[in-house]
């Protein structure tokens, strides 16, 4: 009995938060929200229901922790101190929030329930506080700093869901994804001109557009708005600007 108790003992000593989370996000990538269970995890791990419970509450609390893991790594892949100016940095954040939902399909979903169920959570706040900051760079008034970040955040959220890819019906490969698009854009071209003059008259755009490309078209749209309603006022020369208050 000693040798299996000594082996239990190593065994719950090196379970640790961490590595469960890690198997979350492995169990989430290859099978999605449903295969994430506690028979699942204690499965791959080789450990009690107990020992699970013991380093995570429950599955909403995994489930956060685990979209936390990844939107932590995602953005660690873009440093703020590297990117730039505030619109580089911004970029960055949206780049790897973007990449980070394709590598992950389970994400974009995670995502939008961490924002409007648990504004106060881990998942929202390093979002928020990733783009607050180069927005408040932007030399944007204290007074529309919540309006300006949230616009950028919802347009983040919904455009990286929108082309998430766990949808069943989403195309599986690049070749798929051609044949979608060419049936798509042809579908397009044989509207009646009459009625549809515009969607006619980008068709062969949507057949060849890039999502990635469209994306960052959209942050560039929203960055230039947000410019243009705040300028960053003109030095005289030799003086030098405050920074954002």
């Known amino acids: 009995m ?3 108790t000594r082996q239990s003992e190593r065994r719950r000593q090196v379970l640790t938060r961490e590595r469960i989370i890690e198997t979350a996000v492995e169990l989430l990538d290859a099978e999605g929200e449903d295969a994430l269970t506690v028979r699942a995890l204690t499965s791959r791990l080789a450990t009690g229901s107990g020992a699970i ?3 995570i509450g429950n599955m909403s609390e995994l489930l ?4 936390d893991a990844v939107v932590a790594t995602a953005l660690d892949a873009h440093p703020a101190e590297t990117a730039g100016t505030p619109r580089d940095d911004i970029r960055a954040v949206a780049l ?9 399909p389970w994400l974009a979903a995670q995502l939008a329930t961490q924002f409007t169920r648990n504004p106060w959570g881990p998942v929202t706040l390093r979002i928020f506080e990733r783009i607050g900051r180069p927005v408040r760079a932007l030399g944007v008034p204290r007074a529309d700093w919540f309006t300006t970040a949230s616009t ?3 347009y983040l959220l919904g455009a ?4 998430r890819q766990s949808d069943d019906t989403a195309p599986a490969s690049a070749a798929d994804r051609a044949a979608f698009l060419d049936t798509a854009s042809s579908a397009w071209q044989e509207l009646d001109p ?3 003059p515009f969607i006619r008259a980008i068709a062969e755009q949507m057949r060849d557009h890039d999502d990635r490309e469209q994306f960052l078209t959209g942050i560039d749209l929203v960055l230039t708005g947000i410019t243009t309603l705040h300028p960053a006022p003109a030095a005289e020369p030799g003086e030098r600007l405050p920074g954002p208050e």
């Not at 956060?64 to 979209?67: H, M």
């Not at 790897?96 to 992950?104: E, I, N, P, R, S």
């Not at 990286?160 to 082309?163: P, R, V």
């Open 64 to 67: 956060e922790a685990a979209t």
């Open 152 to 154: 950028l955040v919802h």
């Open 194 to 196: 009459d009625d549809y």
């Open 53 to 55: 419970y013991w380093h």
């Open 96 to 104: 790897g929030l973007f990449d980070a939902v394709t590598a992950h």
């Open 160 to 163: 990286t869901t929108q082309t």
């Open 2 to 4: 000693a040798p299996r």
